[in-house]
């Protein structure tokens, strides 16, 4: 089978033109009837991906795909459907490269009228499952709110959560105790007063933190359901995330202390024996110096806005580019590449957000174009094949530009990439190599001026 029928484009950036379709998630007030109040013959469900290392997942319902909901990702709830009550089949369908799909997930479920259910997918892709939770449709009053909590992270064991503020839980009592993995607790939901609250996690009876929220404004009428699902962020700092929905949409909650990763790329060919630090704010960023051609370097730092630049190791005098007021948030990865030639000073940065977290079922790649020659000689098409042999079939991406970028979703295998002309029915590549793709891994992979062949970097270790 030819490698175009095995790829799926992840995300695409703009000026690439795709062969494969993508998807879009959209979070609102989706309903099956007639609108967000419900009726005496309603229920309401939510749907909620809670499986750190499964793919994105379109749900169905009675075997037709909800509205909305045709792919949702990682750290992503529903908003609240309405639909009449009854028994319903409740499917979950795995997205994969190719536009194929497994169904991972079936179940037949009641819904009875005036009840919320949330359902939600945890546990390793290999033991995904899903976990039903129910309450009665009683909205919180205006001065209180409504909290459920599920714990969905399979590696941790029982936990206790504590709501207080008080800067030591030396003399606080856990609002939840001993909430084990995927528990349906009879303590939960409970309705507090609306006010701030600082959430902590810590394993059933060690009074060592492993999540702390910080201090956090609960308006009144929030009726939320928090569930802790693995944390797969880049620069953890904590285990979990607590993924945060109400009726209408979902949010991630991260460790206080949470960082940002920070990876600079060196693709400047004619500059191989021009090593590069990193400044910020006229400093060297420990970890971020004397980077050569084709190294990939990270570093985990403050989220927070710098003042960057890139200027040689050799002097520090000779500013190749400056990146000013650049913001990282906690829990992000963002690449700066540097593009361009030195012999021109035409450097700049190329800077990408990053997506890490590895899916069980395929691997990710990260296609990057960085040569400036090529760009000038015009747009590429971007090639895989499994038997070395290349095509109009073989085409993954058209009409790449110097400084674009993708990312493909790519079955495990050995694969032959090639960049060649757009146009050149040859298909002669201007470069090519050989890559093996692991599932559960995130790559990286860079045509520069070095013709000799491409950049391959593994951006994360097998999970």
């Known amino acids: 089978m030819a490698a175009s029928y095995l790829l799926s484009i992840n995300n695409q950036e703009e000026g690439i033109d795709m062969k494969f379709n993508s998807f879009a998630i959209m979070i609102g007030c ?20 809670a499986s750190s290392d499964a793919p994105p997942v379109a749900i169905a319902l009675n075997d037709a ?16 459907i309405n639909l009449e009550s009854g028994t319903y089949s409740v499917a979950v369908d795995a997205l994969l490269p190719g536009d194929e799909q497994s169904r991972v997930i079936e179940v037949n479920l009641d819904f009875a009228p005036e009840m919320q259910y949330d359902i939600i997918a945890l546990n390793n892709a290999a033991n995904i499952e899903p976990v039903v939770l129910s309450r009665e449709d009683i909205a919180p009053g205006s001065e209180e709110i409504r909290l459920d909590v599920l714990h969905g992270h399979p590696d941790v064991g029982a936990v206790d959560i504590y709501l207080t503020t008080a800067e030591s839980l030396d003399d ?16 939960l939901p409970v309705t507090l007063p609306a006010e701030t609250y600082r959430i902590r996690v810590t394993l059933s009876g060690d009074p060592n933190v492993v999540f702390d ?35 209408e949409a979902s949010q991630v909650f991260r460790h206080v202390d949470e960082q940002a990763i920070v990876r600079v790329v060196h693709a400047v060919s004619d500059a191989t024996g021009t090593p590069v630090d990193v400044l910020a704010s006229g400093s060297a960023v420990e970890g971020l110096t004397n980077i050569g051609f084709g190294e ?35 829990g992000t990865a963002t690449s700066i590449y540097a593009v361009g030639k030195l012999t021109d000073m035409s450097i700049e ?4 957000a990053e997506d890490l977290r590895p899916v069980a079922l395929y691997g990710k790649v990260r296609v990057v174009h960085a040569s400036p020659t090529a760009g000038e000689l ?36 050995t694969y032959s990439l090639a960049v060649i002309f757009d146009g050149d029915t040859t298909f002669i590549p201007a470069v090519e190599a050989m890559v093996t793709i692991d599932a559960g891994r995130v790559y990286s992979v860079v045509a520069t001026d070095d013709f000799t062949g491409l950049l391959l970097n593994v951006d994360n270790m097998l999970p």
């Open 30 to 49: 989706t309903t099956l009837l007639s609108g967000c109040l419900l009726q005496d013959d309603e229920s309401q469900i939510r749907v909620t991906h």
């Open 65 to 80: 795909v909800v509205d909305g909901l045709e792919s949702v990702d990682y750290q992503v709830g529903s908003s609240l």
């Open 349 to 352: 940065p190329l800077v990408i």
């Open 378 to 413: 015009g747009v590429v098409d971007v090639h895989a094949s499994t038997d070395g042999m290349f095509s109009e079939a073989t085409v993954i991406l058209d009409n790449v530009d110097f400084k674009d970028t993708a990312t493909l979703n790519v079955p495990a295998g």
């Open 213 to 247: 929220s910080g201090e956090l404004a609960l308006s009144g009428g929030s009726d939320l359901m928090i569930t802790a699902v693995p944390n797969v962020d880049a620069g953890a700092v904590s285990p979990v995330n607590l993924l945060v929905v109400d009726g």
């Open 296 to 330: 990939f370097r990270s570093q985990a730092l403050t989220p927070e806005s710098y003042d960057l630049s890139v200027v040689d190791t050799a002097t520090q005098s000779v500013e190749l580019f400056a990146a000013p007021d650049t913001s990282f948030d906690a």
């Open 172 to 187: 606080a009592s856990p609002a939840i105790s001993g909430l084990d993995f995927k528990q349906d607790s009879d303590d």
